[in-house]
């Protein structure tokens, strides 16, 4: 199963998620980057409820000290996995890794502490007392570690006469006992610490999980993203891309919110040059990669399906690097959809302007082959296309495109967007709409170039 990680290292939107993520601790990052697809859907469910939790607590708390202090808290918590594996393994440990161990619980307990107040009564957190009283039997509580004296009565005098001895030679058979008192003590401490060895390893798990609860729950909030309900079918109500949507603020625009629902069948997408219907796509990919991470979506409200696996066909993925053309990629990447539905997995699939780099005839029979394919198949799936005449027998939706145009409107490629309208219509119709000449004439394409087209077309 692919991580986190390997996910944002190909899709861009997720890693706009993953960018604007408030994570405050090291191990949370490398916790989220390692969680794998959720398919399960009680853990799912485990996860969205907990950030239920998480966005309360935000809100009732927002601007206090409890909360600041949580945060604070874990922005302390470091990555102790190494010292631990260590203890584990039963080996002495040193003094960087016992401060390590301690400073840890110390902040383990604060943390306690304020869960202990919370509703998050299923998150489960030891108590680490014992561990620190191990590590700091002077009781200060001062999160940093050395071998005290308070360990040993002769390691105490030994160090006072240290101090006093005026003969190098006794003075360096002192540092050469007290070294040795220094590593017995060493050794006796890992070994008391080997029986909570578990015990900070659970902590160490759940801290990184709640750190990444709770930026998920902030982004949730700060992005007005929904709690998306599990169901055996897709709908998302007012669905929005929120890396688009925030170019198009920083721009003076908005973006359009779209309504839709994916069934166990093809749903085949028609529209205009620059009506969004890649943007679609990439958006519905996003949605189910954020519910099976265990986010919140960006709509106003979602009912997602689970699928084992999301797959794309989008015509920027060509790999020139491996010789193949864009026609080449395409088809193995619709064989990769086909093997795996007909191996039976539950899958998304998603498919921009298939067989558009090949002639229109062969272009038509493809996409009417696959759509077929996926109909028998019952295969949730969004296919968007150019050409007209698609036989086949499946759902259709069309972007609306270009509507509300004024005689004394003005439309540029600066505010061609204001006229698009993004929603989408079902229809029967299998011709798709012939807008591509008036998109390149806003876009102020050469005039005798356009209108030898126009002739073309006569």
């Known amino acids: 199963m692919r991580t986190f990680k390997q996910h944002i290292a190909e899709n861009s939107g997720l890693r706009f998620i993953y960018e604007n993520l408030n994570i405050k601790s090291s191990i949370g990052r490398k916790y989220l980057l390692n969680s794998e697809f959720v398919n399960d859907k009680d853990e799912l469910e485990t996860i969205l409820t907990c950030i239920s939790k998480a966005i309360d607590y935000i809100l009732k708390n927002k601007n206090t000290d409890l909360l600041k202090k949580l945060n604070h808290d874990l922005c302390e918590i470091n990555d102790i996995s190494t010292s631990i594996k260590s203890l584990k393994e039963g080996i002495i440990l040193d003094d960087i890794a016992l401060f390590e161990i301690k400073k840890f619980s110390i902040v383990s307990e604060k943390i306690k502490e304020s869960f202990d107040k919370s509703c998050f009564k299923d998150i489960i957190i030891f108590d680490l007392t014992d561990v620190v009283n191990i590590l700091d039997p002077e009781s200060s509580r001062i999160p940093s570690f050395y071998i ?94 929120p890396q688009i949507s925030k170019n198009l603020i920083e721009q003076g625009k908005s973006f359009q919110p779209i309504d839709i629902s994916i069934n166990n069948e093809p749903i085949l997408i028609t529209g205009a040059n620059m009506s969004g219907k890649s943007v679609l796509l990439k958006t519905i990919a996003l949605c189910q990669y954020l519910f099976q991470f265990g986010f919140f979506i960006p709509a106003k409200s979602a009912k997602v399906k689970i699928v084992d696996e999301i797959i794309m066909s989008f015509g920027d993925n060509q790999n020139e690097m491996n010789g193949l053309s864009s026609f080449a990629v395409e088809m193995l990447n619709i064989n990769t959809i086909i093997a795996e539905a007909k191996s039976g997995k539950n899958i998304l699939a998603l498919v921009d302007e298939l067989a558009r780099t090949t002639n229109p005839d062969e272009g038509k029979a493809f996409v009417s082959a696959f759509v077929q394919l996926m109909s028998k198949l019952k295969v949730s799936c969004l296919i968007t296309t150019h050409y007209s005449g698609i036989k086949t027998n499946c759902s259709r939706l069309m972007v609306k495109g270009l509507s509300g145009i004024k005689k004394t409107d003005k439309i540029t490629v600066k505010n061609i967007n204001n006229f698009m309208d993004y929603s989408l219509l079902e229809t029967n119709n299998d011709s798709v709409p012939n807008e591509a000449i008036r998109i390149a004439e806003i876009l102020e394409i050469d005039s005798e170039f356009i209108q030898i087209t126009k002739s073309k077309l006569e």
């Open 148 to 241: 005290y004296s308070a360990y040993n009565d002769e390691l105490t005098q030994l160090r006072k006469e240290k101090e006093t001895e005026q003969d190098e030679t006794k003075a360096e058979k002192i540092r050469e006992r007290c070294n040795e008192i220094e590593d017995e003590i060493r050794q006796n401490i890992s070994k008391k610490l080997t029986k909570f060895a578990n015990r900070i390893s659970h902590n160490l798990e759940q801290f990184a999980y709640i750190d990444i609860i709770f930026a998920k729950a902030e982004i949730a909030i700060n992005q007005n993203f929904a709690r998306p309900e599990i169901s055996n079918k897709t709908e998302y109500t007012a669905v929005f891309n």
